[in-house]
């Protein structure tokens, strides 16, 4: 079982309801980006690679004209 279904577990008990409800999953997302963070802090080059990686892909779909 994974630590975000644990959590998620826990918190629907002690809640007392069978379903996540809006702040359950809230903090499930910030769980997870608190993971997503970390790990592009403690893997900084990869991370730097990867984020090129993926600009050059999307660069060649979006021009000055039409981004956001």
Same mark, same amino acid.
């Given at each position: 079982?994974?630590? *975000?279904?644990?959590?998620? *577990? +826990?918190? *629907? #008990? @002690?809640? $007392? %309801?069978?379903? =996540?409800? @809006?702040? %359950?999953?809230?903090?499930?997302?910030?769980?997870?980006? $608190? &993971? +997503?963070?970390?790990?592009? @802090?403690? #893997?900084?080059? /990869?991370?730097?690679? +990867? &984020?090129?990686?993926? /600009? #050059?892909?999307? $660069?060649? +779909? %979006?021009? *000055?004209? =039409?981004?956001?």
């Amino acid at each position: 079982m994974s630590v *975000k279904s644990t959590h998620s *577990k +826990y918190l *629907k #008990n @002690e809640l $007392g %309801i069978d379903i =996540n409800n @809006e702040d %359950i999953v809230e903090l499930m997302y910030e769980i997870q980006s $608190g &993971s +997503y963070i970390n790990f592009v @802090e403690n #893997n900084m080059e /990869s991370s730097k690679f +990867y &984020s090129m990686q993926l /600009s #050059n892909i999307l $660069g060649k +779909y %979006i021009n *000055k004209n =039409n981004s956001f």
